[in-house]
C-alpha cells in the first residue's frame, strides 16, 4: 500500500510540470502538489487487518483472560467499546490495541516477541470490530 502511495507521491510531483513547445519545463504549481502529496502519504491511515485470521490469533492467544470481551485479571478493563474508550491509552483504535498487544501493559503481558506484527494487525482488527460492533455477546 504504501509503494502505491509512493507512485502516487511521484505522479503528482511530475504532473506538477508543463510541458510548452519550443520552451523548457515551467513549473506550475509543483511545491504545492508535491506538498499535498507528503500529505496524503503521511496523513493515510493502515490498512485493517483481517478480522477473521485475528479472530483465530484471539481465540488462541487471548480469549484465556479475554474470553468474550471480558478481563478476568481486572474485570472493569473489559474489551468493550466504553472500556476500551476510558483505559486504552490512545483510545478505541486499532493502533492502540496493536501497541498495547506488542507491549503489554499491567497484568498483561507482550505478545512482540511471540506474535507477528500480522497477526497483532490482525487480533487488533478483530477486537476494534467486535467493540465498535457491540458483537462480544453473540
Not at 474470553?67 to 478476568?72: D, E, H, P
Request: charged fraction near 15%; aromatic fraction near 8%; charge should be negative.
Amino acid at each position: 500500500m504504501k509503494s502505491f502511495f509512493a507512485i502516487l507521491l511521484i505522479a503528482s510531483s511530475a504532473s506538477a510540470w508543463t510541458i510548452i513547445p519550443g520552451k523548457a519545463f515551467a513549473p506550475k504549481t509543483a511545491a504545492i502538489t508535491a506538498a499535498a502529496s507528503a500529505a496524503l502519504l503521511v496523513s493515510t491511515p493502515a490498512l485493517a487487518g483481517d478480522i477473521g485470521a485475528g479472530e483465530q490469533v484471539f481465540s488462541a492467544n487471548c480469549a484465556a483472560c479475554h474470553a468474550g470481551g471480558q478481563n478476568v485479571i481486572m474485570p472493569e478493563k473489559t474489551l468493550y467499546k466504553d472500556a476500551l474508550t476510558n483505559y486504552l491509552a490512545g483510545g478505541m483504535k486499532e493502533g492502540s490495541v496493536v501497541t498495547q498487544v506488542t507491549n503489554g501493559k499491567n497484568a498483561m503481558p507482550a505478545f512482540g516477541g511471540r506474535l507477528s506484527d500480522d497477526d497483532i494487525a490482525n487480533v487488533a482488527s478483530y477486537v476494534i470490530d467486535q467493540a465498535t460492533g457491540d458483537k462480544w455477546d453473540e
